[in-house]
């Protein structure tokens, strides 16, 4: 049993003749007769009584013609919703986007998607990688930027990006005496720095805590800020203690006011940059498409030099055009 078999029942229970409906259907008559031989024979009934005058249905066929064009009109509301997801994208999306990377991307992103995606509503949540590797799985956002160097339970993640973490401090001044000959920090002299960054739970502690420990050097921890970058800025800003972040986040700061960073080397201290959703829950057709335009702003970025990672996986994104 088969859709055909269905559009042609019910072009001849309408046409009432074989032939007619043949015309109709723009195929030939014994095509059509084969077909519904084929289908009363899996029914085990007789659908229509064969006369000189035309085709009538049985009691048997009028029942079936019922269930009949039931499924066609299903199938044709099914098709004419797909058709409006194929002319557009439509819907709610929510993007998490870490606070070192929210300055960067959130208006290009909310920009471009209200371009090229203008049915479909966005939301930017802005917060810590560890707060929004928790939103995902309760819905609070469909995909996200997250920092993670090993998989997530319940997350799948789809590696971009790995960057270079940086020392970041108020004024030349106090960067001067901690550089080497290359302009850069050597990791064993961050032990005794005042140091703020957020709690171990989180991305980037993990990050950095994993390579000091590896070469025996601590941090003298000021405070703990389980808070977006910019208030971990400010407190470098009003304190005079140092931060470690990516370049990404001191990217689009006013010159007054800006902090000063250096590579911190011997060794480099990596993050992986990661877009997560949540395993076993299909992205929607929307979302896919500003989870590629995420992507591409990102490519982007990298391409104007500034930010140098020492290794992606977006040579080739580029961004969408609409359909």
């Known amino acids: ?27 030939s008559q014994p095509s059509v007769s084969a077909q519904i031989k084929l289908l009363e024979e899996e029914l085990g009934v007789q659908l229509f009584e064969r006369r000189f005058d035309g085709a009538i249905l049985t009691p048997e066929g009028r029942d079936f013609l019922v269930h009949a064009r039931t499924v066609l009109d299903a199938v044709e509301t099914a098709t004419s919703s797909m058709r409006v997801h194929q002319s557009a994208e439509v819907g709610r999306v929510a993007v998490g986007i870490p606070g070192s990377l929210t300055a960067l991307l959130t ?9 090229e995606m203008p049915n479909v509503q966005l939301r930017v949540v802005s917060g810590l990688s ?44 106090e960067l001067h005496g901690l550089l080497d000959a290359d302009a850069q920090v050597p990791a064993s002299r961050l032990a005794g720095l005042p140091m703020v960054l957020p709690g171990r739970e ?9 390579a ?30 140092f931060t470690i972040l990516s370049l990404a986040a001191v990217q689009n700061e006013p010159a007054a006011g800006a902090l000063v960073t250096a590579r911190i080397v011997r060794p480099t201290i990596d993050r992986r940059v990661s877009i997560a959703h949540t395993s076993g829950r299909p992205l ?21 030099g500034w930010w140098t990672p020492s290794s992606h996986a977006l040579n080739k994104v580029q961004l969408p055009v609409a359909p």
């Open 1 to 27: 049993m088969n859709l055909k078999q269905f559009r042609y029942f019910v072009a001849i229970a309408e046409q009432h003749s074989f032939l007619q409906a043949a015309q109709v259907l723009h195929i």
């Open 107 to 115: 208006v290009p992103l909310v920009q471009t998607v209200q371009r």
């Open 130 to 173: 560890g707060h929004i590797a928790r939103w995902l799985p309760d819905g609070t956002v469909d995909l996200g930027l997250v920092y993670a160097t090993s998989s997530v339970p319940g997350l799948d993640l789809e590696w971009v990006l790995d960057e270079n973490l940086y020392l970041a401090a108020r004024s030349p001044q």
């Open 202 to 210: 989180h991305g980037l502690r993990t990050v950095v805590d994993a």
């Open 212 to 241: 000091l420990d590896r070469i025996g050097i601590g941090l003298q921890m000021v405070a703990e800020l389980d808070a977006p970058a910019e208030q971990l800025k400010e407190m470098v800003r009003r304190t005079g203690c």
């Open 284 to 304: 929607s057709r929307a979302a896919r498409r500003v989870n590629t335009i995420l992507k591409a702003l990102l490519a982007q970025e990298l391409a104007k």
